[in-house]
T-cell receptor
Framework: GNSVTQMEGPVTLSEEAFLTINCTYT??????LFWYVQYPGEGLQLLLK?????DKGSNKGFEATYRKETTSFHLEKGSVQVSDSAVYFC?????????????FGQGTTLQVKP | DAGVTQSPTHLIKTRGQQVTLRCSPKSGHDTVSWYQQALGQGPQFIFQ???????QRGNFPDRFSGHQFPNYSSELNVNALLLGDSALYLCASSRDRANTGELFFGEGSRLTVL
C-alpha cells in the first residue's frame, strides 16, 4: 500500500545552517506530495506542496522537489532560524483523488539552536 | 475568520468508557476528516465526512464512529475505550470542490485512557 518514510530525528542545527529532511514514498499512480509543520502548541499547517513530477513547492524559504524517479520529496532550507524549530511531516494524498485522505510519515523534529 | 476548532482540548477516561470529540470546520469548508496521532507518530486517517455521510474510512475498528451535522460540524465517538486509544485526535477541514488536497487542522483533543 501507499506509505511515506522520513528520516528519523531529532535533527539539531545551529542557526543559519543548511537543512535537509529526507522523505521517500511508495505509491501507485501519481499522488500529490506535501510537507506539513507542527509548531509547539499549534495545529498542523501546510508548509508546501507539489502535485506532479518535477514540481517544486516552496514557502518561507523552504523548498522540496517532487522526484518521481527516486520517489522522493526532500525538504530543504538554506539557512534555518530558531523559529523553524518544529516537527515536520511529509505526506502524500490518498489516491485516486485529493479528497482529504493524507498518508503521513512519522515526523522529524527539528531543533535550531542560536 | 476562525480556523478549525476542537473540543475538549484534554480529557481523561477509563477503559471501557465512551468518548465524544467535537469539531467545527473552518468557515467555508464542507468536508471534515479525523486523524489519530499517537505520541511520536504521524497522524493516521480515521474517516472523512462530506454531506453528512462517511465518505472514506481508514483502518480503524467499528468502535470509532462519527457524525456530521448540517452546519458541517462533526463529532468523533469512540466506544469501549482501550489503553491504546490514548492519542491526540485531530480534526481537519477542507472545501470539497477545491480538490487541492490541502487540509486545515485544529489543535487537537488529547485523550488519555487509564
Amino acid at each position: 500500500g501507499n506509505s511515506v518514510t522520513q528520516m528519523e530525528g531529532p535533527v539539531t542545527l545551529s542557526e543559519e545552517a543548511f537543512l535537509t529532511i529526507n522523505c521517500t514514498y511508495t505509491a501507485t499512480g501519481y499522488p500529490s506530495l506535501f510537507w506539513y509543520v507542527q509548531y509547539p502548541g499549534e495545529g498542523l499547517q501546510l508548509l508546501l506542496k507539489a502535485t506532479k513530477a518535477d514540481d517544486k513547492g516552496s514557502n518561507k524559504g523552504f523548498e522540496a522537489t517532487y522526484r518521481k524517479e527516486t520517489t522522493s520529496f526532500h525538504l530543504e532550507k538554506g539557512s534555518v532560524q530558531v523559529s523553524d524549530s518544529a516537527v515536520y511531516f511529509c505526506a502524500l494524498s490518498g489516491l485516486p483523488s485529493n479528497t482529504g485522505k493524507l498518508i503521513f510519515g512519522q515526523g522529524t523534529t527539528l531543533q535550531v539552536k542560536p | 475568520d476562525a480556523g478549525v476548532t476542537q473540543s475538549p482540548t484534554h480529557l481523561i477516561k477509563t477503559r471501557g468508557q465512551q468518548v465524544t470529540l467535537r469539531c467545527s470546520p473552518k468557515s467555508g469548508h464542507d468536508t471534515v476528516s479525523w486523524y489519530q496521532q499517537a505520541l511520536g507518530q504521524g497522524p493516521q486517517f480515521i474517516f472523512q465526512y462530506y454531506e453528512e455521510e462517511e465518505r472514506q474510512r481508514g483502518n480503524f475498528p467499528d468502535r470509532f464512529s462519527g457524525h456530521q451535522f448540517p452546519n458541517y460540524s462533526s463529532e468523533l465517538n469512540v466506544n469501549a475505550l482501550l489503553l491504546g486509544d490514548s492519542a491526540l485526535y485531530l480534526c481537519a477541514s477542507s472545501r470539497d470542490r477545491a480538490n487541492t488536497g490541502e487540509l486545515f487542522f485544529g489543535e487537537g483533543s488529547r485523550l488519555t485512557v487509564l
